[in-house]
């Protein structure tokens, strides 16, 4: 069983930079992959961010969107069980309500933060 909780979403301008911070509790049994969402205003949640757990077996780099490549970072703080997602060059087509999730690979189960809000405007 985990739990997410987001936090870091606001209004921020054209340009500019921001930091989403996932605080997690609990633990699973095996592998899982760690990713931010995101969706906007009358659109369909779509990933923005993906990694993998640390130690896991397969070694691969973290999966962004091609929306958000060069743009965004998503790092983990494992002993704070803490995910990151750092935000530079904000546009506002970044506009929307952000999510942590922590999928289960053994499982199958998605875990889902409660979500925030990001709006980019000036």
């Known amino acids: 069983q985990v739990q997410l909780v987001e936090s870091g979403g606001g209004l921020v301008q054209p340009g500019g930079s921001l930091r989403l911070s996932c605080a997690a509790s609990g633990s699973l049994s095996g592998p899982y992959t760690l990713g931010w969402y995101r969706q906007p205003p009358g659109k369909t949640r779509e990933l923005v961010a993906s990694m993998r757990s640390p130690g896991a077996a397969s070694l691969g780099a973290a999966q962004y969107a091609d929306s958000v490549k060069g743009r965004f970072a998503i790092s983990l703080d494992a002993a704070m069980n803490t995910l990151y997602l750092q935000m530079n060059g904000l546009k506002p087509d970044d506009t929307a309500v952000y999510y942590c999730?922590?999928?289960?690979?053994?499982?199958?189960?998605?875990?889902w933060g409660q979500g925030t809000q990001v709006t980019v405007s000036s």
């Open positions: 999730n922590v999928y289960d690979l053994w499982g199958g189960v998605d875990y």
